[in-house]
């Protein structure tokens, strides 16, 4: 039976990333999308065809959920579980920027509300859900810690400790984030489950798709130490390695997948 991964906002960029890579290890999926079900439609597919050109055969589904939502939470959690009856890893992937960036000394409570409802109510009380489910599976099926722990994987950003005060709320929500995996971490060891962040720095995506050229120009002027842009895949390959058991005695881990952004230098 294969394993079942949960991944939020997985229609495009990041997400998608994702779930490809997950694809790749045999994860039966459910990619789950705002608004866009053509590209969750596209990436499902891709998904099972990537699968099967490595010899796993997966069933991927899409389920529409505006983690923002209470109601949609517990459909999307409820969803999964009549589909599949399993949880084996979790990934907070879904998240948005500011519709407009605005300097700090203007910027207004509606796009603060939402990054806040979208970026941390949302992760953090689909994790409250997952984590329960996953508790149970883990009781009933008497999983030991020696067996593959399940895992709860949250996507935030280098904005949780970088200053940008054009989009001083996506900053505050990021940096709220990073709080969730030292939380579920400590919480949840005791059953077994293992939780992780993942730091992204600047990924090609349509997130970034609106200041292409000022992050070239930033790139190309040593931002960072390895001198291009991530991709969707850098951040796949990442989830990868924790999906397959590669870091199994470690847990409230943060993994910079940033190029090095992070390094200070002189
Ligand atoms: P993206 O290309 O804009 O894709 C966003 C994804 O999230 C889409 O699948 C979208 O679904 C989904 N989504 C948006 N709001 C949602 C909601 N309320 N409920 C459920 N799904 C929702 O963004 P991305 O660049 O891949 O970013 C993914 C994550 O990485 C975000 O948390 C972002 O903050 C973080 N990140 C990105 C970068 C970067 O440079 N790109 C850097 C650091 C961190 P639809 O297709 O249906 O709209």
Known sequence: MNQVALITGASRGIGRGIALELAKLGFDLVVNYAGNEDAARATAKDCVATGTAVGKTIRTEICQADISLTADRSRLIDFTRSTYRRLDLLVNNAGVAPNVRADILEAGEESFDRLMNINVKGPYFLTQLAAKWMIEQTT?????????????????????????????????????????????????????????????????????????????KLIADGLTPIQRWGTPEDIGRAVAAIAQDLLPFSTGEVLNVDGGFHLRRL
């Open 140 to 216: 009933s099926s008497r999983i030991t810690h020696h067996a593959s722990p399940r895992k709860i994987i949250t996507i935030s950003s280098i904005s949780a400790y970088t200053a940008s005060t054009n989009r001083g709320d996506y900053c505050i929500a990021k940096a709220a984030l990073s709080m969730l995996t030292p939380l579920f971490a400590s919480r949840l060891a005791e059953h077994g489950i293992n939780v992780y962040e993942i730091r992204p720095g600047v990924i090609a995506t349509d997130m970034t798709g609106p200041v292409k050229e000022k992050y070239d």
